[in-house]
């Protein structure tokens, strides 16, 4: 559920790094609990408020830090390119609908959080030099979300799978509102010089600093090793008890 690396002319914000990072380090533990919970060892529903509000927590780090950055980067070099950028997102998109296409026919991601940070990213860009007004209409988006009906489009799956072969369940989706909304308001947070605020050195802040420095790469391999991990002792506990 990663942002991505800013191009290389833009200085790293340790505090940006560290907030991206708390979105990972909540990512893994989420993934943690999915994976106890898939093998017995714990039983909840992702329905229940907590598990609802905790999944939402965690996309509205991510993705205000979508616009945040992209705001540090185009306020220091307006003619920034983000070719690599997007290159690497959209690749990495692919690759998560694919091995999933592989190893999960039936639930595939076709649309999560990877594919929705390439699209929003590219779609909120020409709002980013304009943080106040970009907030502006973000707080518009989730307002009219969560107070009317105007944005919810219940019928749109079923409409779309008319016409696209699509599985009724998947891993991960994300629909484009109100999260949107939620990119918008990132410019503002780099408006407001939030990339500035000084960190402690501590080592635990340092290791999440570091996760968040390196999210894209750490959220394509970290299910896989939370996944296995879990198994393989679930497989030991199984043998011998």
Avoid at 74 to 99: C, G, Q
Avoid at 157 to 163: E, L, M, V
Avoid at 195 to 224: C, D, E, W
């Amino acid at each position: 559920m990663p942002s991505s690396t800013t191009p290389s002319v833009t200085k790293r914000s340790a505090f940006l790094d560290l907030y991206r990072g708390t979105a990972v380090l909540l990512m893994m533990v989420f993934h943690l609990c999915w994976d106890l919970r898939h093998f017995g060892f714990i039983e909840y529903s992702i329905h229940d408020p907590f598990w609802v509000y905790f999944r939402s927590l965690i996309l509205t780090l991510f993705l205000t830090a979508i616009g945040w950055s992209s705001y540090i980067t185009l306020s220091k070099s307006p003619s920034a390119s983000f070719f690599w950028r997007d290159l690497k997102l959209f690749l990495a998109a692919a690759t998560i609908s694919v091995a999933t296409y592989l190893a999960i026919p039936e639930q595939w991601i076709y649309f999560g959080i990877l594919h929705f940070i390439f699209i929003a990213s590219i779609l909120c860009r020409p709002l980013v030099t304009l943080p106040v007004l970009s907030a502006f209409l973000g707080g518009i988006i989730l307002q009219v979300y969560h107070f009317t009906d105007l944005l919810h489009f219940p019928n749109a799956f079923h409409t779309i799978s008319q016409y696209v072969a699509l599985p009724t369940k998947t891993l991960d989706i994300i629909f484009p509102f109100p999260w949107i909304g939620v990119v918008l308001l990132g410019p503002l947070l780099g408006f407001l010089n939030w990339h500035k605020v000084s960190t402690p050195n501590h080592v635990i802040l340092a290791a999440i600093a570091f996760m968040g420095r390196f999210a894209l790469p750490i959220y394509l391999v970290h299910q896989v090793v939370l996944f296995a991990l879990v198994a393989g002792i679930k497989t030991v506990l199984t043998l011998f008890y």
